[in-house]
């Protein structure tokens, strides 16, 4: 399937904000190439320069090939623009100025205005200390302060300006005026997200508490930063692993990614196999299932080790779909030769002949979940149970493999050697009378027509059973013929199957056929 383009821009952009986080100028290089090679559109400096303030602030929620082709700064004031953007220091001179020329500034707009300037030093103003200044009044007077929720979205964009600049102290400072403010959602989540990051890098861990504090009342977290920020947190508090992973999973929800947490604040969570699973795709209880098989995923020295491991894999199986491919990494071609499982075969081979029935039947319903599951170890299991004739345990590999055709569209047989096409080609033909007959009962009308399981009638009735197994096989066939044979889809199937069937068939069963037939 050909991925959509916005599924193109969104892959390449995180590769881009991954290696020019801190190089905005490359960043916009880069970005412009990025516009120019899939959008095939000329790019202005102002398109190229929103949609890099886009990436940089991970606001996937906005960005899309649509939004980008739709952008334009025409009839936009720049107080507009700060509203959708996110402000970086090397914002142009042509930018600013509009705004800051205004004669008329309401007494939100002038404390921003004082953040602004300050923020950047030396590049506006001569006056450093002059710089600095304004920045402490600006804090002093937020703190006492109400604001337009527009205003507020610009707040916003000053907290990250001075975690960009690394003024740490400041940013932790302006959680006091968290509480004056009346935000919106989204600039609630960036200046906490600001705040906890900032409050960290310079050791103020009140602050920090104070900002997570604030963070966990807000129900639904969609920034991304904050969501991370917050795990962050938890993950270096130590006692705290049930919030971290909470918050992980709102941050991968919001767009974060596995290399995200590769952030030295995990370092005491690298090695569990519960956090990798997590930040690789896997629901909490599908984690927690491989963590605690963690420790067994070795090679078994005894019998008693080897059961041990398969009962584990099995137990995960109710839990998680594909253990094999969970466990050991290990994807298997629907359509082609059986995959070999390394530690699972060698273990079957050693073990093979002292291995209960049970594990058996356990070791083909793991590595069998689904119909088109093509693993070795399978036909295996199946194998050994067969060789062994005892119906009990053949009674169970049936209904294994009932179970995994609970969902499958019957009559999609890959007609090669996979593990389906295996068993119901050379295996099932071996099965005990009883098992056979237990098959031929329970298996679906359709599926017995569509994927050749029919053939096995003759399989059991050329083995002249019992007359009661007969009578089954008989019945069975009859309702299996009144189901199917009165449609046309089948025909090839029954014609191909009556001249070896017929003779083996009562003659009621011949008649009922062609009574079928003549309908």
């Given at each position: 399937m050909t991925a959509s383009i916005d599924s193109i821009l969104f892959n390449e952009a995180k590769n881009l904000l991954r290696k020019y986080h801190n190089n905005f100028n490359e960043l916009k290089v880069h970005t412009k190439k990025m516009l120019e090679t899939h959008l095939n559109i000329s790019c202005s400096d102002d398109l190229v320069e929103w949609t890099a303030y886009v990436i940089r602030s991970?606001?996937?929620?906005?960005?899309?090939?649509?939004?980008?082709?739709?952008?334009?700064?025409?009839?936009?004031?720049?107080?507009?623009?700060?509203?959708?953007?996110?402000?970086?220091?090397?914002?142009?001179?042509?930018?600013?100025?509009?705004?800051?020329?205004?004669?008329?500034?309401?007494?939100?707009?002038?404390l921003v205005d004082k953040l602004t300037m300050s923020m950047r030093g030396s590049y506006w103003l001569t006056d450093k200390e002059k710089a600095e200044r304004l920045l402490k009044e600006a804090i002093e007077e937020l703190k006492t302060a109400t604001f337009e929720p527009a205003t507020d979205f610009k707040l916003a964009d000053y907290y990250l300006e001075m975690v960009n600049n690394k003024r740490y102290d400041e940013c932790s400072d302006m959680i006091a005026v968290y509480p004056n403010l009346v935000l919106d959602k989204r600039s609630q989540e960036r200046i906490l997200a600001q705040a906890i990051a900032a409050s960290m890098r310079c050791g103020r861990f009140e602050?920090?508490?104070?900002?997570?504090?604030?963070?966990?009342?807000?129900?639904?977290?969609?920034?991304?930063?904050?969501?991370?920020?917050?795990?962050?947190?938890?993950?270096?508090?130590?006692?705290?692993?049930?919030?971290?992973?909470?918050?992980?999973?709102?941050?991968?929800?919001?767009?974060?990614?596995?290399?995200?947490?590769?952030?030295?604040?995990f370092n005491a969570y690298r090695s569990s196999a519960k956090f990798k699973a997590i930040i690789a795709g896997s629901t909490l209880e599908e984690a927690e299932?491989?963590?605690?098989?963690?420790?067994?995923?070795?090679?078994?020295?005894?019998?008693?080790?080897?059961?041990?491991?398969?009962?584990?894999?099995?137990?995960?199986?109710?839990?998680?779909?594909?253990?094999?491919?969970?466990?050991?990494?290990?994807?298997?071609?629907?359509?082609?030769?059986?995959?070999?499982?390394?530690?699972?075969?060698?273990?079957?081979?050693?073990?093979?002949?002292?291995?209960?029935?049970?594990?058996?039947?356990?070791?083909?319903?793991?590595?069998?979940?689904?119909?088109?599951?093509?693993?070795?170890?399978?036909?295996?299991?199946?194998?050994?149970?067969?060789?062994r004739k005892y119906t009990e345990a053949q009674l169970k590999l049936v209904d294994a493999f009932l179970h995994a055709t609970?969902?499958?569209?019957?009559?999609?047989?890959?007609?090669?050697?996979?593990?389906?096409?295996?068993?119901?080609e050379t295996y099932f033909p071996k099965l005990t009378n009883d098992a056979l007959i237990y098959l031929l009962e329970k298996c679906d009308t359709q599926l017995l027509a569509a994927d050749g399981l029919h053939n096995l009638f003759i399989s059991l009735l050329e083995r002249n059973p019992?007359?009661?197994?007969?009578?089954?096989?008989?019945?069975?066939?009859?309702?299996?013929?009144?189901?199917?044979?009165?449609?046309?889809?089948?025909?090839?199937?029954?014609?191909?199957?009556?001249?070896?069937?017929?003779?083996?068939?009562?003659?009621?069963?011949?008649e009922k056929i062609k009574q079928v037939k003549s309908k």
């Open positions: 991970e606001d996937w929620k906005t960005f899309s090939a649509e939004r980008i082709k739709e952008f334009s700064f025409g009839g936009r004031d720049f107080s507009d623009w700060l509203a959708t953007t996110v402000v970086q220091g090397d914002v142009t001179d042509k930018w600013f100025k509009p705004y800051v020329e205004k004669e008329e500034l309401t007494e939100a707009e002038t602050v920090t508490e104070q900002a997570v504090r604030y963070g966990m009342a807000i129900e639904n977290i969609e920034w991304a930063s904050l969501s991370f920020n917050m795990a962050c947190y938890f993950a270096t508090k130590g006692n705290n692993e049930e919030l971290m992973y909470k918050y992980i999973f709102v941050a991968l929800d919001n767009g974060k990614h596995s290399y995200d947490f590769h952030d030295s604040d299932v491989q963590e605690a098989m963690a420790d067994k995923l070795s090679e078994p020295q005894t019998v008693e080790q080897a059961e041990v491991l398969i009962n584990g894999l099995y137990e995960a199986s109710k839990k998680i779909k594909n253990v094999i491919a969970t466990f050991f990494d290990v994807e298997s071609d629907n359509e082609g030769e059986p995959s070999d499982v390394s530690l699972l075969d060698d273990m079957f081979y050693l073990f093979k002949k002292t291995l209960t029935s049970d594990a058996l039947v356990h070791l083909f319903e793991l590595s069998f979940p689904t119909i088109e599951s093509n693993y070795q170890v399978a036909l295996d299991a199946a194998g050994e149970l067969i060789n609970e969902y499958y569209d019957a009559g999609h047989r890959p007609d090669a050697d996979t593990v389906q096409d295996q068993l119901i019992s007359n009661e197994l007969k009578q089954r096989a008989y019945k069975r066939f009859e309702e299996y013929y009144e189901t199917e044979g009165v449609t046309d889809y089948y025909d090839l199937q029954f014609n191909n199957l009556f001249p070896r069937l017929t003779p083996l068939l009562s003659g009621n069963v011949i």
